[in-house]
């Protein structure tokens, strides 16, 4: 019997570290981004960091503490701390037609294909209690 207690504690126990877990943010490099995006059994939300402007304002902390409140996990790529040849590769992706680049945008993506998509701008930033990108996560829940 204090055995069996013991073990339903411990499963207890790792059951709620596991649902603690995921982290708000994955931060991956682009071809593991561009791979995993378009993936058919890929459903999430992504972005790809590529302004100065929204790197100088530190957006992507914002983003992460909205996607930590909602329980979600936001993939994504930071163009500006690549090297040349990566930052180039992009560049050239970006005018493929039917590759689907969330460049500036998170998106949620279903089963590979993108679904719906919010402009990351300085108002969205600014906005009080950052309600329009709170709901777009809740739609996607």
Same mark, same amino acid.
């Given at each position: 019997?204090?055995?069996?207690?013991?073990?339903?504690?411990?499963?207890?126990?790792?059951?709620?570290?596991?649902?603690?877990?995921?982290?708000?943010?994955?931060?991956?490099?682009?071809?593991?981004?561009?791979?995993?995006?378009?993936?058919?059994?890929?459903?999430?939300?992504?972005?790809?960091?590529?302004?100065?402007?929204?790197?100088?304002?530190?957006?992507?902390?914002? *983003? &992460?503490?909205?996607?930590?409140? @909602?329980?979600?996990?936001? $993939?994504?790529?930071?163009?500006?701390? %690549?090297?040349? /040849? +990566?930052?180039?590769?992009?560049?050239?992706?970006?005018?493929? *037609? &039917?590759?689907?680049?969330?460049? @500036?945008?998170?998106?949620? $993506?279903?089963?590979?294909?993108?679904? %719906?998509?919010? /402009? +990351?701008?300085?108002?969205?930033?600014?906005?009080?209690?950052?309600?329009?990108?709170?709901?777009?996560?809740?739609?996607?829940?």
């Amino acid at each position: 019997m204090k055995i069996t207690k013991s073990l339903f504690l411990l499963l207890m126990t790792a059951v709620i570290l596991a649902g603690c877990g995921s982290e708000p943010l994955n931060k991956m490099e682009y071809a593991d981004f561009k791979e995993t995006i378009t993936q058919d059994d890929f459903t999430g939300f992504a972005y790809i960091l590529s302004d100065f402007h929204a790197e100088e304002r530190n957006y992507i902390s914002v *983003i &992460e503490e909205v996607f930590q409140e @909602e329980g979600e996990t936001l $993939i994504y790529y930071n163009d500006l701390d %690549s090297p040349d /040849e +990566v930052h180039e590769q992009f560049n050239e992706d970006s005018g493929l *037609i &039917e590759l689907y680049l969330p460049d @500036e945008k998170v998106a949620y $993506i279903e089963g590979g294909q993108p679904v %719906s998509e919010l /402009e +990351v701008t300085e108002e969205l930033m600014k906005e009080g209690n950052h309600e329009t990108l709170k709901q777009f996560i809740q739609d996607h829940k």
